[in-house]
Structures are given as structure tokens and as C-alpha cells.
């Protein structure tokens, strides 16, 4: 996966002519913490998930190109697949181990983007993080990329789980944590211990609400 210098204009234009409109117009978007993030650097954004709308979200408040997994039917989709390619999206098979999806991943990284990795892997009701998945720590751990938490409050409401046509003017709230040092190896228990205060960030900030 290449970032050609097209590929990076492509995704600004989107995010300041869609992305932040929407975000700060219909949505009366606000975000905290902007000052915690990294302007340079190879960065792993991690975040809760309720929402198909989590990632330009997520992208939008960090103020810097985050590409993201997404599962690989999204990329059967026509018209889906070439927006959220421009984006930053790659595919990712869904459960099991994905080589190519970590390549990229860490291709991505190299490159000079950040990489944002829904901690709980799908989707949930509440945006709150039951199941996380160790795939960003053993990233984090096997690249020495530092982890930024990020907490979005309010998108399970706009567009849930099962629906089709996202709701109006429902509030978001993006709030961005301090970051947190990569785990010292691979070894699971230090990547469980990185992923527990990766999620523990998330719902503190989540827990502070609009």
C-alpha cells in the first residue's frame, strides 16, 4: 500500500470539504485534547467503535492522515470502496490472522501515516470496549509506535448497528487521551497490559461525557 503525494491531497479535501462540515455543522461536533496529539512520527490511534462513521471522525479530530483496517467486504462495495480508499482504508479479513492487513499496517506506519485500530475489532452499542483485541499492542510493540487514545461519545446514536440512513443533528463529542508507550515486547502478557490501559483511557474519557 503506497501513499503517493495524490493520495494525501485527496484525503485533505475530503476531510475539510465533508468530513469537518458535517462533523461540526449537523452534528454540533466538539473535540478535546487535540494538543496530545503527535504531529510527527509514526502513531497507532486506538478507539472505541459504535459507528460506520468512527473513522473520518477519528481522522478529522487527530488533525493528521490515519489509515484504517476495514473489513474486506467494504471493498466489494462500488462507489464505498474508492471513498474510503481515498481515505486511508485497507482491507482486513475478519477473524483469524491477516499477514497481508499487518504488512500494510506497518507499511502505512513507515510511510509517515498514523493508523487508527478499533480496539474491540467491530462494532458495539454502547461504544464501550467488552472484547478487545491485542492486534494494536503486538503492532505497537513489534514497530515501537507509541498509542494515542481516542474516545467517540455520541456516534452509536447517528448511525447504529442495523441501520441504514444515519440520524441529524444528534451532539458528538471527540475527546483525545494522553499517549501511552508501546509495550516492551510481544510477549501476551505485556501486550495485555498495554491493551488494559489502552481501554481503561478510552473509557475514562468516554465517562466525562458531552
Not at 63 to 80: H, S
Request: proline share 9%; net charge positive; with cysteine.
Amino acid at each position: 500500500m503506497g501513499y503517493r503525494r495524490r493520495d494525501w491531497l485527496a484525503y485533505w479535501l475530503l476531510k475539510w470539504l465533508v468530513v469537518n462540515p458535517l462533523f461540526r455543522g449537523l452534528y454540533f461536533g466538539r473535540t478535546y485534547g487535540q494538543e496530545n496529539v503527535p504531529r510527527q512520527g509514526s502513531l497507532i490511534v486506538v478507539s472505541n467503535h459504535a459507528s460506520h462513521l468512527d473513522p473520518p471522525l477519528v481522522a478529522n479530530a487527530v488533525r493528521r492522515p490515519v489509515a484504517f483496517m476495514a473489513k474486506e467486504e467494504l471493498f466489494q462495495v462500488p462507489g464505498l470502496k474508492q471513498v474510503i480508499q481515498l481515505y486511508g482504508a485497507y482491507p482486513v479479513k475478519r477473524g483469524g490472522s491477516d499477514r497481508a492487513a499487518l504488512r500494510a499496517t506497518e507499511a502505512a506506519l513507515a510511510q509517515g501515516w498514523a493508523v487508527g485500530i478499533f480496539l474491540n475489532g467491530t462494532r458495539t452499542p454502547d461504544g464501550r470496549i467488552p472484547q478487545p483485541h491485542l492486534g494494536a499492542a503486538l503492532v505497537a510493540a513489534r514497530t515501537q509506535t507509541p498509542l494515542l487514545p481516542v474516545a467517540l461519545w455520541g456516534t452509536e446514536k447517528v448511525l447504529p448497528k442495523g441501520s441504514r440512513w444515519p440520524r441529524l443533528f444528534c451532539p458528538i463529542t471527540v475527546r483525545i487521551g494522553n499517549v501511552i508507550p508501546p509495550p516492551a515486547s510481544s510477549d501476551k502478557a505485556d501486550l495485555q497490559q498495554v491493551t488494559a490501559e489502552c481501554v481503561q483511557a478510552i473509557h475514562a474519557l468516554l465517562d466525562q461525557g458531552r
